[in-house]
């Protein structure tokens, strides 16, 4: 078990803000090589379809007219996801709605459940956007292991003073002992960035077949930022 909400050094604060301005650079370079490898080809390919459409016979412009309709579609789809990583639904709106909506996106790989209250007291953008992506860089550390876990459950508790947010993995074997040490790598410089801005303490820790994180937080501390 590793309980951890010391401060952070000048060294480690650097290295933070190292982490995060890296982490900005791979995420724009990641969603330029999307947008040209997959959405700008989907366009040239209507394009070419349009260019060629005056010599479709009339009996098959139907069928040629689905087929752009399919490919609008899909440029739709894609974009829809590059603003869903760009600007996370609902998260605005209600950090609940927003959570869900994560743990639905990953239903492809594993059963992703949550406990999640219908109200929740409105805090900072920031705060949201580091939830958000405490659970989805845990769901993706989850998924590249050799061992994919059964389920996994997102609770989510407000209290007057103070919030929490569990999530467990549970797998159908006893998980390897590894997979606690490389999701911590990943999910280390969110926990530390929480810990400067709202005094936050995690727990990471594992019962027989069930990995568990919990990220506690100072719902004062993040309204002042607000």
């Not at 959405?39 to 007219?65: F, K, M, T």
């Not at 579609?73 to 590059?82: D, G, N, R, V």
Request: overall charge negative.
């Amino acid at each position: 078990m590793t309980i951890d909400s010391s401060g952070l050094s000048n060294l480690e604060m650097a290295e933070l803000l190292k982490w995060w301005q890296q982490q900005q650079v791979n995420t724009l370079q990641q969603e330029a090589d999307f947008i040209r490898n997959d959405v700008l080809q989907e366009v040239l390919a209507i394009r070419r379809n349009l260019e060629l459409a005056h010599q479709v016979p009339a009996d098959e412009q139907i069928l040629v007219s689905n087929r752009h309709l399919a490919q609008l579609e899909k440029i739709y789809a894609l974009l829809e996801q590059l603003s869903a990583r760009i600007d996370p639904p609902y998260f605005r709106d209600s950090l609940p709605m927003a959570l869900r909506h994560a743990a639905e996106s990953w239903n492809v790989l594993f059963h992703a459940k949550t406990n999640l209250p219908e109200t929740w007291t409105s805090g900072s953008t920031l705060q949201k956007r580091l939830l958000i992506n405490f659970v989805n860089t845990l769901c993706a550390s989850l998924s590249a292991a050799d061992l994919l876990p059964q389920d996994c459950e997102i609770t989510l508790r407000q209290r007057v003073n103070l919030n929490e947010l569990t999530f467990s993995a549970t797998y159908s074997d006893l998980p390897p002992p590894d997979i606690i040490a490389s999701v911590m790598a990943e999910i280390s410089p969110i926990l530390k960035t929480f810990r400067v801005l709202a005094h936050s303490n995690h727990l990471a820790d594992s019962q027989g077949c069930c990995l568990r994180w919990i990220l506690q937080w100072s719902a004062q501390s993040f309204t002042e930022l607000t």
